[in-house]
């Protein structure tokens, strides 16, 4: 056990501590773009669409931390040879994986922690103390998916097509699903595509938990099934890598 949170503590150290740059491209920027059009447009003078949009933009951070981020350190880390230090180690690379999905989700803690202080500080929003702590243990929750995902496409290893990929990803999700203005005002074939998104049921479940609502076990279904498929799709990818350079 020692070593596991030794392990996970020279990565915590190299991948945030030392990457200063992903901390304010996943925490910061979601948080200037809060800022923002809370105060530029016009329907931001309700608190209503204040908190439907800080939840948006706690979303969009995490969606680009576990895409983006996630993709391009551990494509780094293949093409920097750490994986091969990982393979001659007494850790598996279930951990190595393990590892890293915690210390991002610690990411994404300190992404909902820090709008929501935005929020409070700056718009005055009044959200209880219980409804934050439930949030900032949901959140890492609910955003599992999109760290998986961001892992599979780290597998195509090809930093360019990682770049491209990611960008093909992260924004027209965060449009489809309703993350920069209401899905409502989409087109109704955008409208389908979007409901199918696992960020739109992540926006759905957070903005009922943060109205007091109870959200449908509907939206955690088709989360779990976002969860298993794209795992599978990993096991998959690694499994015939490995039979490529067995071969």
Request: proline fraction near 4%; aromatic fraction near 12%.
């Amino acid at each position: 056990m020692n070593k596991l949170f030794y392990q996970l503590s020279i990565n915590f150290k190299r991948v945030i501590l030392r990457n200063p740059a992903f901390f304010l491209f996943d925490v910061a920027m979601p948080i200037a773009f809060y800022l923002l059009f809370t105060k530029a447009m016009p329907a931001s003078n309700t608190t209503a669409w204040k908190l439907d949009y800080l939840v948006s933009m706690v979303i969009y951070g995490i969606l680009m931390g576990s895409i983006m981020t996630v993709s391009h350190v551990l494509s780094s880390d293949v093409n920097n040879h750490f994986t091969l230090f990982v393979k001659l180690s007494p850790f598996s690379q279930i951990a190595y994986y393990a590892e890293m999905i915690i210390i991002f989700e610690f990411l994404n803690i300190l992404c909902t922690l820090g709008i929501g202080i935005s929020g409070y500080a700056i718009n005055n929003l009044e959200i209880s103390a219980r409804i934050w702590f439930s949030l900032l243990i949901v959140m890492p929750i609910l955003s599992l998916p999109l760290i998986l995902l961001g892992i599979a496409i780290s597998l195509l290893k090809d930093s360019d097509t990682i770049n491209a990929v990611t960008n093909l990803i992260v924004f027209p999700m965060a449009i489809a699903s309703g993350l920069w203005w209401p899905i409502s005002l989409l087109p109704h074939w955008l409208q389908q595509i979007g409901k199918l998104l696992p960020t739109y049921f992540i926006s759905n479940i957070a903005t009922d938990l943060i109205k007091h609502k109870s959200f449908s076990t509907n939206l955690i279904l088709a989360l779990l099934i976002w969860t298993i498929v794209i795992a599978l799709i990993i096991e998959f990818t690694i499994k015939l890598s490995q039979n490529r350079d067995f071969r």
